[in-house]
């Protein structure tokens, strides 16, 4: 059964960069079927897509966060990591990893991790 | 504000049927982009319900369907029971921005009387 797991920071300062980690197990963060992805939600709001990753290195923002955002992948450690700069308390929000399957149509998130809950603030 | 609109807020009684309504536009479901639908149980992650308008992965009860038609999509729930209680999301694609991005309604929360 896959897995995926957050880890990182629970408290990041304003202005500072936010730096979270997903390590997959129970498959293979190489699968040529799959993107990775980051998704965040903000206490008590909705959904708000991040970004994606191929395990090749390909990377997808969105335009909103582009500027801020870098997603990077470590094959070797089958993880795959999310890098968000100049934070502010807006930033703060639970963080999932999420796989994503895609067809022509479009992509959706069939696993999620568990989620974690970093806050910014001094 | 979502690029996909849902209602906040629905509810039925045990037993009833319930349904969600996901509207979009001509840059994301009416540009025929397929909607996905979650759950969120209090407390927990997104879990995947319907993907590709109408699909139900392994293990979601056949109560649950979706639909879509035009530039909205709906998530239908019969036999409603009191686990079904939770907050449930559409997800689509939508290109009106360059590179497009993934999109998520605003989320409605199920009660269930």
């Known amino acids: 059964q896959l897995q995926l797991q957050e880890s990182g920071p629970g408290l990041v300062k304003p202005s500072e960069t936010l730096s979270l980690t997903c390590t997959v197990s129970g498959g293979s963060i190489s699968s040529s079927s799959y993107y990775w992805g980051w998704i965040r939600q903000p206490p008590g709001e909705g959904l708000e897509w991040i970004g994606s990753i191929y395990y090749r290195g390909s990377t997808y923002y969105n335009p909103s966060l582009k500027s801020r955002v870098t997603i990077s992948v470590d094959t070797s450690k089958n993880q795959f990591s999310l890098k968000l700069s100049s934070v502010t308390a807006a930033d703060t929000a639970v963080y999932y990893c999420?796989?994503?399957?895609?067809?022509?149509?479009?992509?959706?998130?069939?696993?999620w991790g568990q989620g974690t809950l970093v806050t910014v603030s001094s | 504000q979502s690029i996909l609109t849902q209602p906040p807020s629905v509810s039925g009684a045990p037993g009833q049927r319930v349904t969600i309504s996901c509207t979009g536009s001509?840059?994301?479901?009416?540009?025929?982009?397929?909607v996905h639908w979650y759950q969120q149980l209090p407390g927990t992650a997104p879990k995947l319900l319907i993907y590709?308008?109408?699909n139900r992965p392994s293990g979601v009860p056949d109560r649950f369907s979706g639909s879509k038609s035009g530039t909205s999509a709906s998530l239908a729930i019969t036999g409603l029971q009191a686990e079904d209680e939770a907050d449930y999301y559409c997800q689509s694609y939508d290109s009106s921005l360059s590179g497009g991005r993934g999109v998520f309604g605003g989320g409605t929360k199920l009660t269930v009387l």
């Open positions: 001509s840059s994301n479901i009416g540009a025929g982009y397929d």
């Open positions: 999420a796989r994503r399957r895609l067809n022509s149509t479009g992509w959706w998130y069939d696993y």
């Open positions: 590709g308008n109408s």
